[in-house]
């Protein structure tokens, strides 16, 4: 069966280009109503224009889709609050948002400015809390919501000269966990895809053959898989190139070595046995943690 959007009502953040505009496109050819928002800067962040956004409404309205363009910075939270007003009024609802608006200022840490940092974390990190803040009450309301964070390989495994980037996407997987499980009560989903793809983001970083390979639309089914009414929850999806993966943020099974003088050096020595992934889980919330230290405390003790 055919994967529907019929009767959705989307908004894309930074669709203006790139992976945002190939989000936009498929969930209006597949039936939905779009948001494409834009600032329309360069990849830095600076400058801005309507006219990137703009484009691509014509494109969706040119193919018979139905959209509306909306040029706020998403570190602006009450243009975004007005952008989530321009989605109800035109349209009465919004179902799915994708956060896919981002820039870059790389640097090795030792050269990063500390402005360079604070904008990259407002952009991704506070760009994104920004837009589902706005979103969240009428999803609430709804007792329906589709949320997609865009985090990246960096955020998740490192990448030399984007400690500000990596941080600020791994902060957005940080957002989705406790979303996911505040939202499942009114039917909110809230996942994260780490695409790889040739966009202007990645110019100039790799050879030709690769960047053919690494075509932005191989990510979109991702995207689309996330936001659907089919969609899972808390789930990290990888994609790029035609291949799929997924993410996971485990806890080991490790060791209970209790309370004592000498507990630094015993740590120490049987470190490869805390690291050890068999028997390794997915906690379910933060609170496993703590649940599964004191039960071996407990059991230590034996409670
Ligand atoms: N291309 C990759 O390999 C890759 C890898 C990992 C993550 N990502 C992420 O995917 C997303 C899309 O990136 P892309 O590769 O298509 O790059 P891109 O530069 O083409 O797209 C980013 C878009 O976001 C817009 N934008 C920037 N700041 C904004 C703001 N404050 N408000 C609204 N819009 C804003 C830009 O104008 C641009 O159109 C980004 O979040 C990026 O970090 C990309």
């Not at 994967?3 to 203006?16: K, N």
């Not at 994104?128 to 919501?145: D, S």
């Not at 075509?215 to 999806?237: D, F, G, N, Q, Y």
Request: with cysteine; aromatic share 4%; hydrophobic share 45%.
């Amino acid at each position: 069966m055919a994967m529907d959007f019929q009767g959705r009502v989307a908004i894309v953040t930074g669709a203006g280009g790139g992976l945002g505009r190939l989000h936009a496109l498929a969930l209006a050819r597949r039936g939905a109503k779009v948001v494409v928002n834009d600032l329309g800067g360069a990849v830095d962040g600076s400058g801005g224009s309507a006219t990137a956004a703009q484009q691509v409404v014509d494109e969706i309205r040119a193919a018979g889709g139905e959209a509306i363009a909306n040029a706020a910075s998403v570190t602006d939270f009450e243009a975004v609050q007005a952008m989530v007003k321009q989605a109800i009024t035109a349209w009465g609802r919004v179902d799915i948002l994708v956060n896919n608006a981002g820039i870059l200022r790389d640097k090795s840490f030792a050269k990063m400015d500390m402005a360079d940092f604070r904008l990259v974390v407002d952009v991704h990190l506070m760009g994104a809390a920004n837009c589902c803040k706005a979103v969240w009450p009428y999803m609430q309301e709804q007792n329906y919501g589709r949320i997609v964070m865009t985090t990246s390989s960096t955020g998740l495994y490192g990448n030399f000269g984007q400690a500000n980037y990596g941080a600020a996407k791994l902060a957005q997987v940080g957002l989705m966990q406790t979303l996911a499980i505040e939202g499942a009560k009114h039917n909110i989903r809230v996942n994260a895809l780490a695409p790889t793809a040739a966009t202007r983001m990645t110019a100039g970083l790799l050879p030709e053959p690769v960047l053919e390979a690494l075509k932005p639309e191989a990510v979109v089914p991702a995207m689309l898989v996330l936001a659907h009414e089919s969609a899972p929850t808390r789930t990290i999806v990888c994609a790029g190139a035609g291949g799929f993966e997924a993410a996971h943020i485990t806890m080991t099974e490790g060791i209970y070595l209790g309370m004592g003088e000498t507990v630094p050096e015993e740590l120490a020595a049987r470190l490869a046995e805390v690291t050890a992934s068999e028997g390794q889980q997915v906690p379910a919330s933060g609170a496993v943690q703590g649940q599964v230290e004191v039960g071996k405390a407990m059991k230590a003790h034996g409670h």
